[in-house]
């Protein structure tokens, strides 16, 4: 199988990267949650080639992930805002953060801290479960088919919990 037609399995991971499965994009998304907006910014900051940044940028616009807005009409200038189906990405990046906090940080730390607006507290957010509130991890869960997975393959079975 190709990377280009990694989209058409009938996984959720699978097409989630088909959109966002790489470095760049991963960054990119990065920076527009720090609140980048602008090309030029966003090439700054990352320091990858002005294609492969526009590359990217179409990519997400093209998903729906970034919407281009205009900021000025002349000359005419775009910005790069979150949609509402990018901000649903920022667990994503949290979680990434998390790992790497606890496991790539330097000597000095995470570069970051996460401040909840509401409180003022630094958090690190966690997954949780929405019916009981308990926290979960890869222990805490199994996997079953849903219904497309059904359809294709009724007789598939997870090989084991997930532990």
Not at 103 to 111: C, E, F, L, N
Request: aromatic share 8%.
């Amino acid at each position: 199988m190709r990377w280009r037609d990694i989209g058409d399995l009938p996984c959720s991971v699978a097409r989630a990267l088909s959109v966002v499965g790489d470095r760049w994009t991963l960054l990119v998304l990065r920076d527009a949650f720090l609140g980048v907006r602008r090309f030029g910014d966003f090439h700054a900051d990352l320091g990858t080639s002005r294609h492969r940044l526009a590359d990217r940028l179409h990519k997400l616009v093209e998903h729906g992930v970034l919407a281009r807005v205009p900021y000025a009409e002349r000359p005419r200038r775009f910005e790069y805002r979150l949609t509402e189906k990018g901000r649903d990405l920022y667990p994503v990046v949290v979680s990434l953060t998390r790992w790497g906090d606890r496991w790539m940080a330097g000597r000095d730390g995470p570069p970051i801290e996460l401040v909840h607006r509401g409180c003022g507290r630094r958090i690190m957010p966690t997954l949780a479960c929405p019916e009981c509130g308990e926290g979960v991890g890869a222990r805490d869960m199994q996997v079953r088919p849903g219904r497309a997975l059904r359809k294709k393959a009724p007789a598939w079975r997870p090989t084991e919990e997930l532990r």
